[in-house]
T-cell receptor, first 109, second 122 residues
Framework: GQNIDQPTEMTATEGAIVQINCTYQ??????LFWYQQHAGEAPTFLSY??LDGLEEKGRFSSFLSRSKGYSYLLLKELQMKDSASYLC??????????WGAGTKLIIKP | GAGVSQSPSNKVTEKGKDVELRCDPI?????LYWYRQSLGQGLEFLIY????????KSGLPSDRFSAERTGGSVSTLTIQRTQQEDSAVYLC????????????????????FGPGTRLTVL
């Protein structure tokens, strides 16, 4: 079957760094997406990895290991506006995104 | 328009009534997805369209739910004889068609979401 595993909730301090892990099992693999979803809003695209390694985009970086079925999202210099849910979504053999339940990130001053 | 639009933004209905939710995807996006999200929960896949056909209807929770897409553009999700457990936010997303040669290009796989329709069944 297809399965995504992420922590349900994490708490971090403003200005700090946090790493959100995701492990996945899918039927085939065609890349992995991370989305951000603020409460009451639709998800928005953050990053995409299709090859192993780290992709950096400003304060956000995403890492992928295809052999381990593992990805993480790294957020640096945390700001209060980063409080949101972060959704890990690998793409399967049919290019369909398989959605995890998301990790709710709470940023404290 | 520039993004995915959905209407209505909010719908309150009485149990047993039928409702229709509309999604207008980004121009040029032939793939269209419907999801449901209950409060504090993850995305629940409902149905996927490629053009006007629906290769994957596996997520529709019951035969009260149906969806259609005409002209390869606008889609409507219909819920008949609504129940209180149908209360949720219904999200629509669109993307370019999935093609193997585009797998390295996030733009072809990325799903763009509309603002959602919040459905409340009393």
């Amino acid at each position: 079957g297809q399965n995504i595993d992420q922590p349900t909730e994490m708490t971090a301090t403003e200005g700090a760094i946090v790493q959100i892990n995701c492990t996945y099992q899918t039927s085939g693999f065609n890349g992995l997406f991370w989305y951000q979803q603020h409460a009451g809003e639709a998800p928005t695209f953050l990053s995409y990895n299709v090859l192993d390694g780290l992709e950096e985009k400003g304060r956000f970086s995403s890492f992928l290991s295809r052999s381990k079925g593992y990805s993480y999202l790294l957020l640096k210099e945390l700001q209060m506006k980063d409080s949101a849910s972060y959704l890990c979504a690998p793409s399967d053999s049919n290019y369909q995104l398989i959605w995890g339940a998301g990790t709710k990130l709470i940023i404290k001053p | 328009g520039a993004g995915v639009s959905q209407s209505p933004s909010n719908k309150v209905t009485e149990k047993g009534k039928d409702v229709e939710l509309r999604c207008d995807p980004i121009s040029g996006h032939t793939a269209l997805y419907w999801y449901r999200q209950s409060l504090g929960q993850g995305l629940e896949f409902l149905i996927y369209f490629q053009g006007n056909s629906a290769p994957d209807k596996s997520g529709l929770p019951s035969d009260r739910f149906s969806a259609e897409r005409t002209g390869g553009s606008v889609s409507t999700l219909t819920i008949q004889r609504t129940q209180q457990e149908d209360s949720a936010v219904y999200l629509c997303a669109s993307s370019f068609p999935q093609r193997g040669e585009d797998v390295n290009n996030a733009n072809y796989n990325e799903q763009f979401f509309g603002p959602g329709t919040r459905l409340t069944v009393l």
